[in-house]
């Protein structure tokens, strides 16, 4: 049975989600329809790029994503449909496949010319579903489209290296449900330049000297409970996506605060490593 | 395979869509259940009916829709259930029905009379997901009630037109997830009032002259992208469902504004069109 | 068709339960994956431990519930899998199973122990899924950990009573969508200890002689519409899942105010009850 994905900033309340699962079900009855996420923040690409990039390779090889943010067509914004490890993404030529493609080569890239209805306002119903079920239906790229080489590039998809390779400059491309600050550094990335050096990372006017692998491992366990004062506390972790991010102890963005509120941090915001000669 | 959807008030966060879910697969095994939505505003019953509005029709023929807001039974809340176009509706007699009804007559409305809980604060899972399974299973609609010819009507289904026909007095009926502000003036309405004339619509004290089809035909092409200065432009469109929407160009209610934030636009406000003598 | 329930405080908008349901869909093809909630307040043991108290038992038996509510596998908080009333529930041994267990006995509890990756942040993935997973292809528990007797407790899991028995002091566990407040005074208890008396509510200032079996109860119908004033009342109900529940009619925390809104009341604040020698 064929898998549907979807990712888009319809948000939870209006009816375009459910407008599309029941467009997708009247026309392949025994498909599995599966949310990502559709709450992506209202035009966000960098936020959907984030998203997809980390949830698509848990799916079976096969499963088709169709993301739907600023998808509507016209003459900068043009759709794409892109076979790539297996699987197949339907959106806007946005920018928002850049971070998955920037890792793996595309085995095809296609500009969707099969419009009929090139005016639609909902181009994720009038134009992705079909071709989604195209695809979900055995139907191959070729057909809805003509070949491509490049796409869109996002902004700050990469951090920076300095010249005598002592400092990342990075930048917080995503913010999680915790508040969290994840930034464009990768762990594979950051131990490349590391070289086994010290390090300090600062974000704003703060600064840390450890990156830990998981959130529990700042806690005192030595401490009785009451005397650790450890929740609230920022600290850095590689991230279960090995991105650097920025958090706080069990933060909570509507109480004790988070990463992102405590700390001021947004969007864009620089986020720097400087390594320390031995 | 049967198809039950759920449209509520529930939100996010509490057990009760869950519990519903796991009641309705205890019943059936192999049925499929979709969500709408389970964010309608509490006990807001435009926004209820805008959305099933919207939805129901893209599910296949013998979906069952389960409309849960202000369900609860007493004198002047009776439950109903209507077979109309195809499709099987169960839910409050509370108006959630109207925006339909006034579109296509229902095959048949029943008001439900097997309750066995009349007291339950929970009459979704009491009452309404038994019916749902029984229509389901292949029962019929007379089962489970007695026939009756209307349903309560909401206020503010249909806009206004001023005697000579030179005016249309609208009202915001929905604002959805990007802060665009929808009113009671469908396309087809309008066009069968304008007559080809030319038009000016007034939303409190903001005045558009053009109906876009999309929202990017406010974008000048022409101009290099950092002179363009469109995002956060008010404009007016019809819709995917073709009603006529105030909206802002890449709107986003949580920073750059929207059109119901930025214009102080809220449910029931006044929107006119007016029509000019050529 | 094995079903496998999800309840977390991942959010709405983050690649989290993409993820899970992915992986869970590549181990098994065909399993119902079912959300509960994923907006469970980060890190609110109570809070998930209330959602999946009342979600569980409408599933069928043999449904598999996984529970990512501060999971992070340390020296003081192990990962437990338990058989209960036919349903198996994966989490950490944190307290969020403690309400379910206070009403029926657990058939088994292990300590999991199969862990490949213990320093995982993202453990429901990591550890949770492939549990699931197992006991969804027919393993036991006994694989996969060692049994164990007792789990974590969480506070104000019961109401007191005083020595004379004239009064209970409960506390607020939950706060729903519509903002109603609902204590841990269950109605069973309540009567056992009211045998018959009259009884008076206090939450912070207010005071209640009445506690309705819906919410509509307070409606006086005999009053035309526009002369009732009921929306917006306070009001106290044994609530669907028979707690009893300090509510608002028709409240809506986002305009005419809520329970929690209006009278102040958080999470842990003492409702008492006191009866009175008739």
Do not use: W
């Amino acid at each position: 049975m064929a898998i549907i994905t979807l990712t888009t900033d319809f948000g939870e309340k209006d009816h375009y989600a459910g407008t599309i699962k029941g467009e997708i079900y009247t026309e392949i009855p025994d498909v599995k329809i599966v949310d990502i996420s559709h709450s992506v923040s209202p035009f966000n690409i960098p936020e959907a790029a984030y998203i997809i990039f980390n949830a698509y390779s848990s799916f079976p090889k096969g499963t088709i994503h169709v993301i739907g943010i600023d998808s509507e067509l016209n003459k900068e914004n043009k759709h794409i449909a892109i076979k790539l490890d297996g699987h197949y993404f339907i959106c806007a030529n946005n920018g928002i496949m850049s971070m998955i493609c920037a890792e793996i080569v595309p085995e095809k890239i296609v500009e969707i010319n099969i419009h009929d209805k090139t005016g639609t306002s909902f181009p994720v119903l009038d134009v992705f579903v079909k071709v989604a079920c195209h695809i979900a239906r055995g139907g191959t790229l070729e057909v809805i489209g003509k070949s491509i080489d490049n796409i869109k590039p996002i902004r700050d998809l990469h951090p920076f290296v300095n010249e005598d390779k002592t400092q990342i400059i990075g930048s917080v491309i995503y913010i999680d449900n915790y508040g969290n600050v994840i930034t464009n550094i990768r762990r594979k990335f950051f131990k490349s330049v590391q070289k086994g050096r010290s390090y300090e990372v600062y974000a704003r006017n703060h600064k840390f000297k450890t990156i830990y692998n998981k959130y529990s491992d700042i806690v005192n366990f030595d401490l009785d409970e009451d005397k650790r004062n450890d929740e609230g506390k920022g600290m850095v972790v590689f991230n279960s996506s090995n991105y650097l991010e920025i958090a706080v102890y069990k933060g909570n963005p509507e109480n004790v605060g988070s990463a992102s509120t405590l700390m001021g941090l947004k969007l864009y915001d620089t986020v720097t490593v400087n390594f320390i000669k031995d």
